[in-house]
Nanobody, 118 residues
Framework: QVQLVESGGGLVQTGGSLRLSCAASGSILSTNAMGWYRRAPGKQRELVATISSGGATKYADSVKGRFTISRDNAKNTVYLQMNSLKPEDTAVYYC????????????WGQGTQVTVSS
């Protein structure tokens, strides 16, 4: 089992920035992937960004150039720096943990709300 604890959501104005954090604990594999999905009201959950333990990254086209994902393997923690936020970024953001980079998520965090006001 892997437990994920997220922090860093909140309310911000258009153009502002937020930083999300997600700490993993439990049965952590040395090779894994962690990252973020989001679900906006009335929409399906979508991938935002993911990063492997080796540093490979993948981003949704809608956030490229604005969001940066990073991780601290020693702390089993992943970060999402979100800049130039837009109202369409408003969603519940869910941290995920996958046993490998190419697997779908095996574990989810509880979600953290990000609201961008116009």
């Amino acid at each position: 089992q892997v437990q994920l604890v997220e922090s860093g959501g909140g309310l911000v104005q258009t153009g502002g920035s937020l930083r999300l954090s997600c700490a993993a604990s439990g049965s952590i594999l040395s090779t894994n992937a962690m990252g973020w999905y989001r679900r906006a009201p009335g929409k399906q959950r979508e991938l935002v960004a993911t990063i492997s333990s080796g540093g490979a990254t993948k981003y949704a086209d809608s956030v490229k150039g604005r969001f940066t994902i990073s991780r601290d393997n020693a702390k089993n923690t992943v970060y999402l720096q979100m800049n130039s936020l837009k109202p369409e970024d408003t969603a519940v953001y869910y941290c995920h943990y996958s046993r490998t980079y190419y697997r779908p998520p095996d574990y989810w965090g509880q979600g953290t709300q990000v609201t961008v006001s116009s």
